[in-house]
């Protein structure tokens, strides 16, 4: 029988793997507050939406969704930057992002040999909007990482309305994590990967803004817990080519940023991921997309007779607390994958075990870091 779990399923179907969170059992990362949800949604406008596949025995993938803000993003572009650790992935836009700082359309996640179809649907949806009537080229923004450990990537079971689902289903709040969307057949440090996110909220005297991170975690290395070496202890269940992988980094932050900052934004972010143990191996692709939702900066499509764009942004010295946020909310949002992803059985009747969070709790107990003040 074959079936496909949507977000609204997964909702229901994975509420008990997502009650606890990394920070739920009093594991700390960092000194900065979260916002509401501990996610990317929690910088204002921005959604997100899965659609997870999952079919007979080898169907493991899916796709998820960032939307800057709800609306034709073409119209009123977002300022945008990436940020490339190391180069072996298939991720969309890159020239015209770096050439001209904005992004045009919502970011989409999905596996490697999927990304054709998703920015072509990703170019059917800008045309939806009748706006966009007069519009011949759209830079559709869509990365990847490579799930055929558990998927038959080859049989490229994402069509171009599972796209369109994970798109419109998106929405602010909580967001799922674990194995939904571009994380159901991902790989981490040999356990099972998903998706996972993050945020941190500046004090009000440094500005207030808020920073979120969403990661699509497919990578290895040697694990490491709020800076606690793990993988020795876990050694005998992880994969011996978890070294090899990628991971996605989506970066969202309201603080008024121009592509140049919100590149320098973009670097840290890996920071945050060695944080966890990633090597950033030969065969894995780092890809990090910052965006800022900073309305006064937003690229119109149409401008008329304007010359000149006039907009403040945040200046080069008062970046260094953004800098620390984003560190903090990408190592956390890859704990998070982890904690939240289960036990999956894929293609080739591979299995990939969870982490064993009791384990590991227990090995951060004995070196003190957990802790039962209020997060």
Known sequence: MTYILTLLILVFSSTDAQTKRARDYGIKF?????????????????LVGHETIIE??????????ILPYAGNVFQNKVPAAIFIANGFGKLTAISQVEELGNIETPIILTNTLSVPTAADALIDYTFTFSENDDVRSVNPV?????????????ARYVKKQHVLNAIKSAEA?????????AGTGTICFGFKGGIGTSSRVLPEKYGGYTVGVLVQTNFGGDLLVAGIPVEEKLKKM?????????????????????????????????????????????GSGEYAIAFSTAENLRSTYKRGDQFFDEAKELRNDRMTPLFTAVIEAAEEAVINSL???????????????????????????????????EQ
């Open 238 to 282: 992880s994969d011996p080519e978890s070294g090899d992988g990628s991971v996605m980094i989506i970066i969202a932050t309201d603080a008024p940023l121009k592509s140049r900052n919100l590149k320098r934004l973009a670097k840290r972010s890996l920071m945050g991921i060695a944080r966890t143990g990633g090597n950033c191996s030969n």
């Open 173 to 181: 709040g909580s967001v799922a994590e674990g194995n939904v969307g």
């Open 142 to 154: 869509v990365g990847e990482t490579n799930d055929g450990g558990l998927n038959n990537i080859q």
């Open 56 to 65: 007979e025995d080898d169907a493991r993938t899916g796709v998820t969704a």
């Open 339 to 373: 904690f939240a992803a289960e036990t999956m059985t894929g293609v080739n009747n591979r299995t990939v075990q969870s982490l064993p969070v009791q384990k590991v709790i227990k090995i951060l107990e004995s070196h003190n870091i957990i802790v039962n003040d």
């Open 30 to 46: 960092g000194k900065l507050p979260t916002g509401l949800n501990n996610a990317i949604t929690d910088v204002e406008g921005v």
